[in-house]
């Protein structure tokens, strides 16, 4: 077996050495030629009011022409957008005239960083370094509301776009009748740019929502994500820039908190005072340094009824990780299969009982940035705190990055991630010293992203290693001409270890093949678009002689309304193979299906999402089919109304009933989730959020209140309090007032 595993493994190793090749040589040039915008410089004074009525708007080019994106990709614009742009030696100016049908705008709230397919607003992405990879992204709405954004991995799929990101600016918005303008004011200290730059690459585009109309400067086919950097046109500046210098910054903080778990009758109450600060280092390094920080959670995770065998990955919010982040975080399976570095692994940890708390992070920093145009670096050094109480060690976390752009938009990469315990304590082992991962990426992505991938080889190192530990990675897609197709080939051995990473199983060995395909119909008056697809995936176990242990057999189809509502129907057949005894109702006293045994079942589900432009919103969906060796029902949805501007309330509802013969258990999950939005103005925001899983044995309220009470600096009320559900008892509870302040020096 052994040695049909080793030529298992050379076999794959070498087809992606093949394949990496063969990619890495292949480029494609865009479909249409950019358009040059040019950038006026300018002496004058600028109010920034949103009403373009200073001399220099009267002069400064004006670019239209915009292409419908949706809901065609092939024709101009029905209501057009005029973008124009001027600067001085501190500050980029864009001007922006907006057609509209009426005023009835469609604008969720006041916050900032709104969702920008749920409102009226205009955006523009700038790539500064004209590498077609990253990119600075800001918005801004008919009321003024402002959001900004960045782009990582040239903007090909949903996880390459941080809407966590902050940075200061000022935007500023008018209405008319059949228009609305605005102006935006972003401070070159808030970007990242070589000196004496001449040209970067942008691109406005627009959510026209009361209209149901999506424009972009540049063309976009609507099979690909409209934000991608692909299709780019070119910002030429009148003179060219000087140094980027982004102010040194700090963010001090103070924090205080009073909890009280009543589960194991401990409370305490402290006061904690630390802080960050950000030092520009060149054109386009950062650096980024914490002592003490806090990482308390004022934005709470959503809950999620988890029935498979494997963990969940939630999102990164905290500051300290969002800048460049995607440096450090973009490494790895595409799918979320092996990652090495996850930044959420740093500030939690595992204690005596195996459940997760935080762990205490004594200081930390982190360079990253663009070195020039092609090259990017990023290192990371973190030290987290003793918990003798709960076993857990102190440890150092490093990471060193290195990118390089190859070709028009491809990088290639190297990493070192290591996580390393320099003292010894009696609760800790030998073979837990140190974890280390290091491996190089090759990410595709050709001019018009027609042809992307993503391909991998990396190799963990532990104490007691004797070989192996390798994970891999060959994944390519094809988009072009209304037809998507992905080959995907991944292996992780069994022995792959990333203590910083994201492994949810190892000893695998999967083959996966995807096929999407667009159908537009000749009458586009109520259907916009319909799409087939078809998801076929393989697991094999190579220390189980290359076992079948997984199969997934997905047919999708999926209708898009020209209202914006969409209707998705999905038939599943699946197979798994327990290799050990599993209860998929989670019940501590549960009886666990045997292992060792293999099992086939098939669901078959419906979702319906309405049009979200609408005052009032929902969405339900339901699962129905055979479950191991039982049944599964599950339903759910979602009811909404906004009182536009101002709020916005929602319930979401979710049932999971699993019927499995005796003595297996069954059990009815439910999952409900009140919320309430309200912003009583573009500074002060309040948000109320409950959270009922009988699965969790947990009720928990969340309210927040947020005061921005200066750029970039807040004010944080957040009140906790959870309960058991089963005898309804409380759990914990916790009040937490935090202040952070941004001063820059």
Do not use: C
């Amino acid at each position: 077996m052994s040695d049909n595993i080793t030529s298992m493994k050379g076999a794959f190793l070498f087809f992606l050495t093949i394949l990496t090749g063969a990619v890495f040589t292949y480029e494609m040039k865009a479909q249409d030629t950019p358009k040059s915008i040019r950038a006026k410089f300018i002496n004058e004074e600028i109010t920034l009011d949103g009403e373009l009525k200073e001399d220099f708007w009267k002069t400064t080019d004006k670019t239209t022409d915009f292409w419908q994106y949706f809901p065609s990709d092939s024709i101009v614009a029905k209501y057009q957008t005029t973008v124009q742009i001027a600067y001085n030696e501190t500050t980029l100016y864009v001007g922006i005239r907006a057609e509209i049908p009426s005023n009835d705008f469609v604008v969720t709230s006041l916050k900032r960083d709104f969702s920008g397919v749920r409102n009226d607003n205009v955006s523009i992405l700038f790539d500064t370094f004209n590498d077609g990879a990253n990119a600075f992204g800001f918005g801004i709405t008919p009321y003024g509301v402002r959001r900004e954004f960045l782009v990582s991995s040239g903007g090909s799929s949903r996880e390459n776009y941080n809407f966590s990101w902050d940075v200061k600016w000022q935007g500023e918005s008018k209405i008319y009748d059949t228009y609305f303008t605005a102006e935006m004011a972003i401070p070159f200290t808030s970007l990242k740019f070589e000196e004496g730059a001449t040209n970067w690459g942008v691109r406005p585009y627009r959510f026209n929502i009361q209209s149901n109309e999506t424009s972009t400067l540049a063309r976009v086919p609507q099979s690909q994500l409209l934000g991608t950097l692909a299709f780019m046109d070119e910002l030429v500046f009148e003179k060219p820039l000087g140094k980027s210098r982004t102010p040194f910054a700090l963010i001090p903080y103070i924090n205080g908190l009073a909890q009280k778990d009543f589960e194991n009758n401990h409370e305490d109450s402290k006061i904690s005072v630390g802080g960050d600060a950000k030092i520009a280092i060149g054109d386009g390094l950062n650096l980024d340094l914490t002592i003490n920080p806090d990482f308390s959670n004022v934005e709470v995770d959503d809950i999620f009824t988890n029935l498979t065998r494997f963990e969940l990955r939630l999102p990164e919010r905290r500051q300290f990780f969002i800048d460049n982040g995607d440096l450090f975080g973009s490494f790895g399976n595409f799918f979320g299969e092996a990652r090495p570095f996850f930044s959420r692994r740093i500030g939690l940890a595992r204690d005596v009982d195996d459940d997760l708390i935080q762990n205490d992070i004594i200081a930390g920093a982190r360079l990253s940035g663009k070195l020039n145009e092609n090259w990017r670096l990023g290192v990371l050094n973190i030290q987290t705190a003793a918990d003798r109480a709960n076993e857990i060690a102190s440890n150092n976390n490093s990471m060193i990055a290195l990118q390089k752009k190859v070709g028009s938009r491809s990088i290639i990469g190297a990493f070192i991630v290591n996580r390393e315990r320099f003292k010894e304590y009696s609760f800790s082992e030998g073979n837990d010293r140190y974890n280390r991962v290091f491996g190089i990426d090759y990410n595709l992505a050709t001019a018009d992203n027609s042809w992307s991938g993503r391909y991998y080889l990396h190799k963990s190192i532990n104490p007691d290693d004797k070989g192996g530990n390798f994970s891999a990675q060959a994944v390519t897609t094809y988009n072009k001409n209304n037809w998507v197709f992905i080959n995907d080939w991944v292996f992780v051995d069994n022995d792959f270890k990333a203590d910083l990473g994201f492994v949810p199983r190892t000893d695998i060995f999967k083959m996966g093949n995807f096929a999407q395909h667009f159908l537009y119909p000749r009458n586009r008056e109520v259907i916009n678009r319909n799409n087939i697809q078809i998801l076929f995936i393989n697991y094999f176990r190579p220390n189980l002689d290359f076992k079948l242990t997984d199969y997934l057999l997905r047919t999708t189809w999926e209708t898009e309304f020209k209202s914006n509502s969409k209707i998705t129907a999905n038939l599943v057949n699946q197979y798994i193979f327990l290799t050990e005894e599993f209860d998929p109702t989670r019940k501590d006293d549960g009886t666990p299906l045997p292992g060792n045994e293999g099992y086939t079942f098939t669901q078959a589900s419906i979702e319906f999402e309405s049009n979200n432009t609408n005052l009032f919103t929902y969405s339900f969906n339901t699962t129905l089919g055979e479950f191991f060796i039982g049944n599964r029902y599950s339903a759910g949805g979602t009811l909404s109304y906004r009182w536009q501007p101002w709020a916005q309330f929602s319930v979401n509802v979710n049932y999971d009933g699993i019927k499995l013969p005796a003595p297996y258990e069954s059990a009815d999950y439910w999952l409900i989730t009140p919320r309430m939005d309200v912003t009583f103005s573009k500074t002060l925001f309040f948000t109320a959020l409950a959270q009922y899983s009988n699965q969790r044995d947990n009720f928990g309220v969340n309210a927040r209140l947020q005061w921005r009470f200066a750029p970039l600096s807040d004010l944080f009320l957040v009140y906790n309090d959870n309960y058991f559900t089963q005898e309804f008892a409380p759990r914990f509870r916790s009040i937490n007032l935090k202040v952070t302040y941004w001063l820059n020096l």
